[in-house]
């Protein structure tokens, strides 16, 4: 499951409510606001097909993050989209260690979240503002979307949906989302 040298025991399986929760009220978590800024390219997967989502521990080595299915969404009964980060040109980014970093969206939250960036029909820009995301100061395994997700100490749970949290690693963060500060808030 995981490549490099650290292994399954230096990750603790948490419940991802209880571990926010009890974060916040202990201030072991502090809640810091961000938005998205990232370009992706997508499209509908097909049933069944396979997607491994990349990520590295601490040390820089790669770590397999999520394995994961194309399934039909049961809000919209569409299939789920396959999602790759992208450059501005709209070229797949790949990681230090060579992987695309792609993941899997079902269909609902893709189209709640998403939409054809104007300036290049091949690409998706984010739709929405302002979220709310804790940092991990632990190694992690939470259960999402019905699959275990690793998440390295340094990664962030996005929290905006209480009922929906998720976790995403701390590179995925940075190149995905940049901190709000109190003065920016008022500008968007």
């Known amino acids: 499951y995981i490549c490099g040298r650290n292994n399954m025991e230096n ?30 390219i997508a499209r509908q997967g097909t049933l069944g097909e396979e997607v491994i989502s990349w990520s590295v521990d601490s040390l820089g080595n790669a770590i397999e993050e999520k394995r994961d299915t194309v399934k039909v969404d049961s809000k919209t009964n569409n299939l789920g989209w396959i999602v790759t980060k992208a450059d501005e040109q709209g070229n797949p980014i790949l990681d230090n260690n060579g992987h695309i970093n792609q993941w899997i969206i079902e269909d609902s939250t893709f189209t709640k979240k998403y939409e054809i960036d104007p300036n290049n029909n091949l690409i998706f820009r984010p739709k929405g503002g302002v979220q709310l995301f804790v940092q991990i100061p ?3 395994i939470l259960e999402q979307w019905g699959s275990k997700m690793q998440i390295a100490q340094g990664g962030y749970i996005n929290i905006t949906d209480p009922s929906d949290m998720y976790g995403i690693s701390e590179r995925d963060f940075t190149d995905t989302y940049r901190k709000v500060s109190a003065s920016n808030k008022n500008l968007h």
Request: net charge neutral; aromatic share 10%; proline share 3%.
């Open 11 to 40: 990750y603790q399986e948490v419940k991802v409510e209880k571990y926010v929760k009890d974060g916040l009220v202990s201030g072991k978590l502090t809640p810091i606001e961000a938005e998205k800024f990232a370009r992706i």
């Open 138 to 140: 632990d190694n992690i």
